[in-house]
């Protein structure tokens, strides 16, 4: 026992009852769970295995229409959270479809999105008075307040992988939101006009710097898939990730948006990693290949179009198959820096 303690010590219970009455507790009881000396988090690890899921998005296709619905998702819940909207502690994903011939609404919100195309060719996303069409590979944001509205004029039905700040916005209370005036948004500038003018290694020669996202709003495959087929070849590996770039804001050099960071990898065939733990819970689609991610010592195998969690500061290695394999992953790591949170350890 601790000498210090007077002898006259209050009935706890009683303390405790008394305290509750006026809306208070005692620090001690929780402190240790507030700041723990290492990440715990009810995030588990996870993996949606494309072939298994596909069909149930199919099946929303016939549930209701991207119109009704104002955008028709199949949430992919954490299993650690059910019902509770989010991939990882801070986002949220899920699976949108878009059949041939629909519209998805015009609207805005304050919450940053961004899409990985998953499957299909050709349907559109517009982000303020601009569309993109969208293949498998592409990497699109809807920055925050900005207006969006999606559409299919193809043939095919399109998938797409949403990735959402929600969790980190409803933390601040700070979610606003407005249907636009019409479905689909009046454009004001022809399709690559801003890859042509801020993705090209060029800017206009005025541009003002900063935005705190990038004015690059499609990120395409074909673009992407090259950088890192010529940078394979150069390139020394690096020993937990492979080949992995970072999607950034050309202005500013910074990551594309400003609380979620996305990457895409390549591990070469046969590439064995080495250990790694990031505080940024992290989400992978894979987009070629095949290989798998032992989290926490569980073994998980993927394959094209799989997606699984790599959690909070849980211990993850990567290992490829017998053919290169590309992984797009984001994260909250650009929040995490901005506020100084953000950590990593490698095992050498
Ligand atoms: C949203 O605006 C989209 O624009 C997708 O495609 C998913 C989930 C919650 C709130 C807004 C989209 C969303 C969303």
Same mark, same amino acid.
């Given at each position: 026992m601790n000498e210090a303690i007077p002898a006259t010590r209050v009935d706890d219970d009683e303390f405790r009852t008394r305290l509750r009455s006026l809306d208070m507790a !005692?620090?001690?009881?929780?402190?240790?769970? /507030? =700041?723990?000396?290492?990440?715990?988090? !009810?995030? =588990?690890?996870? /993996? &949606?295995?494309?072939?298994?899921?596909? !069909?149930? =998005?199919?099946?929303? #296709?016939?549930v209701i229409t991207a119109k009704e619905a104002e955008r028709r998702v199949l949430v992919l819940e954490n299993p650690g959270m059910p019902g509770m909207s989010r991939i990882t502690r801070s986002l949220y994903a899920g699976l949108q479809l878009i059949l041939p011939g629909e519209v998805a609404p015009s609207h805005r919100h304050s919450q940053t999105a961004l899409r990985f195309v998953i499957e299909g060719n050709g349907a559109y996303t517009a982000v303020d008075g601009e569309r993109t069409m969208m293949? !498998?590979?592409?990497?699109?944001?809807?920055?925050?307040?900005t207006w969006h509205d999606h559409g299919n004029e193809s043939s095919?039905?399109?998938? &797409?992988?949403? #990735?959402?700040?929600?969790?980190? =916005?409803?933390?601040?209370?700070a979610s606003f939101a407005e249907p636009g005036e019409r479905e689909e948004q009046q454009?004001?500038?022809?399709? #690559?006009?801003?890859?042509?003018?801020? #993705?090209?290694?060029?800017?206009?020669v005025d541009q003002e710097p900063g935005a705190l996202s990038s004015p690059v709003f499609n990120y395409p495959y074909l673009r992407t898939r090259e950088a890192l087929d010529a940078l394979c070849r150069a390139s020394e590996w690096d020993p937990c990730h492979g080949l992995r770039m970072k999607y950034v804001n050309p202005l500013t050099g910074d990551h594309a948006l400003p609380t979620m960071a996305t990457f895409m990898q390549l591990l070469p065939a046969g590439f064995s990693g080495t250990g790694y733990r990031s505080s940024d819970a992290t989400v992978y689609a894979c987009v070629e290949g095949t290989g798998e991610t032992e989290i926490d010592g569980q073994r998980f195998r993927w394959g094209p179009r799989d997606i699984f969690i790599v959690p909070s500061w849980m211990r993850s290695v990567h290992r490829a198959g017998g053919e290169d394999a590309v992984l797009f992953s984001f994260s909250d790591r650009a929040a995490q820096e901005r506020l100084g949170l953000w950590r990593e350890a490698r095992e050498s």
């Amino acid at each position: 026992m601790n000498e210090a303690i007077p002898a006259t010590r209050v009935d706890d219970d009683e303390f405790r009852t008394r305290l509750r009455s006026l809306d208070m507790a !005692p620090l001690w009881d929780v402190m240790a769970t /507030l =700041v723990s000396r290492e990440p715990r988090t !009810p995030c =588990v690890p996870a /993996l &949606w295995r494309y072939d298994a899921v596909r !069909p149930l =998005v199919m099946e929303a #296709g016939e549930v209701i229409t991207a119109k009704e619905a104002e955008r028709r998702v199949l949430v992919l819940e954490n299993p650690g959270m059910p019902g509770m909207s989010r991939i990882t502690r801070s986002l949220y994903a899920g699976l949108q479809l878009i059949l041939p011939g629909e519209v998805a609404p015009s609207h805005r919100h304050s919450q940053t999105a961004l899409r990985f195309v998953i499957e299909g060719n050709g349907a559109y996303t517009a982000v303020d008075g601009e569309r993109t069409m969208m293949q !498998p590979g592409d990497f699109v944001t809807t920055p925050h307040w900005t207006w969006h509205d999606h559409g299919n004029e193809s043939s095919e039905p399109m998938i &797409w992988l949403d #990735g959402l700040d929600i969790p980190i =916005v409803s933390l601040f209370d700070a979610s606003f939101a407005e249907p636009g005036e019409r479905e689909e948004q009046q454009l004001s500038r022809p399709i #690559g006009d801003a890859l042509a003018r801020y #993705g090209s290694g060029l800017l206009p020669v005025d541009q003002e710097p900063g935005a705190l996202s990038s004015p690059v709003f499609n990120y395409p495959y074909l673009r992407t898939r090259e950088a890192l087929d010529a940078l394979c070849r150069a390139s020394e590996w690096d020993p937990c990730h492979g080949l992995r770039m970072k999607y950034v804001n050309p202005l500013t050099g910074d990551h594309a948006l400003p609380t979620m960071a996305t990457f895409m990898q390549l591990l070469p065939a046969g590439f064995s990693g080495t250990g790694y733990r990031s505080s940024d819970a992290t989400v992978y689609a894979c987009v070629e290949g095949t290989g798998e991610t032992e989290i926490d010592g569980q073994r998980f195998r993927w394959g094209p179009r799989d997606i699984f969690i790599v959690p909070s500061w849980m211990r993850s290695v990567h290992r490829a198959g017998g053919e290169d394999a590309v992984l797009f992953s984001f994260s909250d790591r650009a929040a995490q820096e901005r506020l100084g949170l953000w950590r990593e350890a490698r095992e050498s």
